[in-house]
């Protein structure tokens, strides 16, 4: 079954950077669109960015100019490189798929900004 496992959270100064990674199973990684969504406390789950199979991003305006998706089709994985970051970065980072009309998360990884 397909599974996505994200990694590389943790907590960061504000201005700093971090990288998070979500390898995937279980699918043909490299014919899917991959996002990233994140989730602060009391919020709904948010859109950050979305990379296509052929490799076209999108990002939420929020973080336009300070996040960078990328894919490696050869490892199944995603990353999303996060710069500048600021407090109302913080929430927990999920990465996601969406095949054959099913949706399918990883279990998220907590990001921190704070000083």
């Known amino acids: 079954q397909v599974q996505l496992v994200e990694s590389g959270g943790g907590l960061v100064q504000p201005g700093g950077s971090l990288r998070l990674s979500c390898a995937a199973s279980?699918?043909?990684?490299?014919?899917?669109?991959m996002g990233w969504y994140r989730q602060a406390p009391g919020k709904q789950r948010e859109l950050v960015a979305i990379?296509?199979?052929?490799?076209?991003?999108n990002y939420a305006d929020s973080v336009m100019g300070r996040f960078t998706i990328s894919r490696d089709n050869a490892k199944n994985t995603v990353y999303l490189q996060m710069n500048s970051l600021k407090p109302a970065d913080t929430a927990v980072y999920y990465c996601?798929?969406?095949?054959?009309?099913?949706?399918?998360w990883g279990q998220g990884t907590q990001v921190t900004v704070s000083s």
């Open positions: 996601n798929t969406v095949l054959y009309g099913d949706v399918y």
């Open positions: 279980g699918m043909i990684f490299s014919s899917a669109a």
């Open positions: 990379i296509t199979s052929g490799g076209r991003r």
